[in-house]
């Protein structure tokens, strides 16, 4: 591929009417000039032709390993549900295509370690859906707290609601925890993922992933169904620095605190907040800060130079993906590592698994 030509992109998982890929990576890569979307690929060649007239694309397919194969894609993004990523990511691999999966890449660490292993053997850039580490607020936070705005950070809390986790789920596949795609994996997942990219990983946790329900009403299957996957989740940890972390996933809650994320340092604070609604990913953050003894909270404008995307791209959902794929599009052209990649979701999934450990255990997890 000449470094001037565009990216070529095929979507496994696109559809006119539902999904993140129609309202986050289509948008996201229609606003960026270093790619084109050149095919899509479903589930039926009937609804894959539908869609690829809906939206104009050239190509339409059933098979995520013709899509791989073919010489017109460079690189393959799948966005179906969690326990179907392995197929269509490995056979991009097999085919020697870069990929962008979603997160969770896998749905367990074991999947997930073998395509991160799949990736790293065949040469290609590789990208997770952990979009927050793209986020303009989030990165000068950590910026900050690198050079130093709190000093020594002591104490850090993080609440996020999960309103999806309620009395009912839209999707019955969910609610087993086997899929890998719950509570704890993928608002929990994304949540923290965005604390330890400011702070740090995790030296010890203790937590509670629980289910207050044995069923739920699968909108879906129209059905009552068991709920082997967690609806509540509570972690207590250390950070490799020392400081102190407390981290809640409130399922079913649309009222209140949506999301907060407050950093204390021996020498001042800052506070992340949400502003629009959604997930933290997914939305703009309010940032405020204040340093010294006495110090007020004042508001924090985000410098210009976190945000490396046209004008063009929309604020919500498609905005961080946007930041992703312009620093994946990067990384294929000069072949460096691509950030967040598989072996940054495989850190994650096995952060998830001790969470895990700790609540069954009822012990606390070295990692």
């Not at 990216?7 to 270093?34: Q, T, Y």
Request: charged share 20%; hydrophobic share 40%; with cysteine.
């Amino acid at each position: 591929m000449a470094s001037t030509s565009k990216i070529r992109v095929g979507i496994v998982g696109l559809s006119p009417n539902r999904g993140f890929a129609s309202i986050a990576h289509l948008p996201a890569l229609k606003a960026l000039p270093e790619y084109e979307i050149a095919a899509v690929c479903t589930t039926r060649q009937e609804s894959a032709d539908a869609t690829a007239r809906h939206f104009g694309i050239p190509l339409a397919f059933a098979d995520p390993e013709k899509l791989a194969r073919h010489p017109d894609i460079d690189l393959v993004t799948v966005t179906v549900k969690v326990p179907d990523h392995y197929q269509p990511v490995m056979a991009a691999l097999d085919a020697g295509k870069h990929v962008y999966c979603e997160w969770p890449l896998g749905r367990d660490t074991a999947e997930a370690s073998r395509m991160r292993d799949a990736a790293e053997a065949k040469g290609v850039r590789h990208a997770v859906g952990l979009q927050g580490q793209r986020s303009p607020t989030i990165n000068y936070v950590k910026d900050l707290v690198a050079e130093g705005y709190v000093g020594k950070v002591l104490t850090a809390t993080m609440i996020g609601c999960a309103p999806n986790w309620g009395a009912t789920l839209d999707r019955a596949y969910q609610a087993d925890f086997a899929n890998g795609a719950n509570l704890m994996t993928i608002t929990g997942g994304h949540q923290i993922d965005a604390l330890c990219h400011c702070l740090g990983e995790f030296r010890e946790v203790a937590a509670f992933a629980v289910s207050q329900r044995a069923q739920i009403f699968a909108e879906d299957s129209k059905a009552m169904i068991p709920l082997t996957s967690p609806d509540q989740l509570a972690v207590s940890g250390v950070l490799g620095g020392g400081a102190v972390v407390s981290f809640q996933i409130r399922g079913g809650m649309a009222r209140g605190t949506e999301f907060l994320f407050e950093i204390h340092g021996s020498e001042g604070d800052l506070i992340l907040g949400a502003t629009t609604g959604g997930s933290m990913q997914r939305q703009e953050l309010s940032l405020q800060g204040a340093q010294g003894k006495g110090a007020k909270l004042a508001d924090l404008p985000v410098p210009a130079k976190y945000r490396f995307v046209p004008q063009a791209v929309p604020a919500g959902s498609a905005y961080n993906v946007a930041q992703l794929y312009a620093k994946l599009a990067e990384r294929i052209r000069d072949g460096e590592p691509a950030s967040p990649g598989f072996d940054a979701a495989v850190t994650r999934h096995r952060l998830i698994d001790a969470i895990a450990r700790a609540s069954e255990t009822g012990r606390k997890q070295a990692l």
